[in-house]
């Protein structure tokens, strides 16, 4: 039973579409995350979101919103793609808010590629 | 923010031998964490260690806190072990960051 799940595992698209991305978790957790992992393989954290609010909104484009129905879950929509959007998007979760002294489970990741 | 610097970038062995993969980080934690991406994408978390020593199978790992540096150790390397291994750290306002990662190969 996957603990963090997104889905699709792949997604190809031509620019200009939009599309989104989706992740759910079972552990529990109070925060969810969106990370970008760009072709040098440098992971960096996109938003994060802690029982559906909004508490980390880093310097992104604002094509990219994300969603937190419920604390289960963290859903990322890209408006307008973009062929620099292409990337591997890992959605992480963690017991508690980002700062504090527990790990981060991550997903298998979404690997993104705009033509 | 806080830095995070890995070393050495890259690291090709021969099966069998062992390795030590550095961790600096630029001010005090309160979660270290080691994770493995294997060649097909995945995050595989190894060990969560702010502080002290840990095992687990061939794979150790030990951060000396007031010292800022992290220590991850593989002995009898195989070469499923290939792939990247990334330190990443909170320190800050700015969730877990991640350093750019060690990429392992290691040849039969």
């Known amino acids: 039973d996957t603990a963090v799940s997104q889905t699709p595992k792949y997604l190809v698209t031509q620019m200009g579409n939009d599309k989104s991305i989706k992740c759910e978790q079972n552990?529990?957790?109070?925060?969810m995350y969106w990370y970008k992992q760009d072709s040098k393989k440098f992971l960096k954290i996109m938003f994060s979101?802690?029982?559906?609010?909004?508490?980390i909104n880093e310097t992104v484009p604002n094509r990219f919103s994300p969603k937190s129905p419920d604390k289960a879950h963290l859903n990322l929509h890209i408006n307008s793609l973009e062929l620099g959007d292409s990337a591997v998007y890992f959605c992480?979760?963690?017991?508690?808010?980002?700062?504090?002294?527990?790990?981060?489970?991550f997903g298998s990741g979404t690997r993104l590629t705009v033509v | 923010g806080i830095q995070v610097e890995q070393s050495p970038p890259d690291l090709i062995l021969q099966e069998g031998a062992n390795s030590t993969l550095r961790c600096n980080f630029s001010?005090?934690?309160?979660?270290l964490q080691w994770f493995h991406q294997n060649p097909w994408g995945q995050l595989i978390n190894l060990f969560y260690?702010?502080?002290g020593t840990k095992q687990n199978g061939r794979l150790s790992a030990t951060t000396v806190a007031t010292e800022r540096y992290s220590l991850l150790y593989i002995s009898s390397s195989q070469t499923t072990d290939s792939g990247v291994y990334f330190c990443?750290?909170?320190?800050?306002?700015?969730?877990?960051?991640f350093g750019k990662g060690t990429h392992l190969i290691i040849q039969p």
């Open positions: 552990l529990g957790h109070d925060t």
């Open positions: 001010d005090s934690v309160n979660n």
């Open positions: 992480a979760s963690s017991q508690g808010p980002p700062t504090g002294p527990w790990g981060y489970t």
């Open positions: 990443a750290v909170v320190g800050g306002a700015d969730g877990l960051t």
């Open positions: 260690i702010p502080s």
């Open positions: 979101y802690n029982n559906k609010e909004l508490i």
